[in-house]
């Protein structure tokens, strides 16, 4: 008798638990689509650079490729493709490169000139005071690149250490 109401009440529990593990499975998958979908185009977004200005969308360059790179100082990855730029910045000037953490502006800017990537032209550092830009393009860890084209779309996106020649080689702008 007890193994039957056991039975009753498992065989209701069940598929109901199915069916919610389920529904939250889509609705997690349909999350993560549209925040893949609002990477297309380069989104809005207001950062601070290290030298205390407010850097947007509005400060892209449209004629030049674009290299969103969100990292972490302590990061060992993310100094490593930082050391790897520093060698081999000349290949890349023609690339806009925008280095985001929500890290102190003062680890920033230790980063920055540690590499002696602070004083680049193309280079760009800045701090997400809250982590809102990682929040809102849906990034999960770091470091993380989002790489434009010079229209503003989406041509590659990386999660995790990557060399930097691999993230670049789906276009050619070092003429």
Known sequence: MK????????????????????????????KRKEKIDALKNIPSFSLTTIDGNSFTQHNLVN?????????NPSCHFCQAEADELSKSY???????WIWVASEPLEEIKQFAAK??????MNIYWCHDEMATLYQKLG???????????????LIKRNSGAIKL???INNFDERK
């Open 165 to 167: 020649e691999k993230i």
């Open 115 to 120: 590499y002696k990537l602070d004083k680049q």
């Open 63 to 71: 004629e030049q490729t674009k290299v969103i790179i969100y990292f």
């Open 139 to 153: 990034m999960n860890s770091v470091p993380y690149f989002l790489v434009y084209d010079n229209n503003n779309h």
């Open 3 to 30: 193994n039957n109401k056991l039975l009753k009440i498992s065989a209701v529990i069940f598929p109901i638990l199915l069916i919610g593990l389920m529904a939250y499975l889509f609705f997690n998958f349909q």
């Open 90 to 96: 000349n290949t890349y000037k023609n690339i806009q």
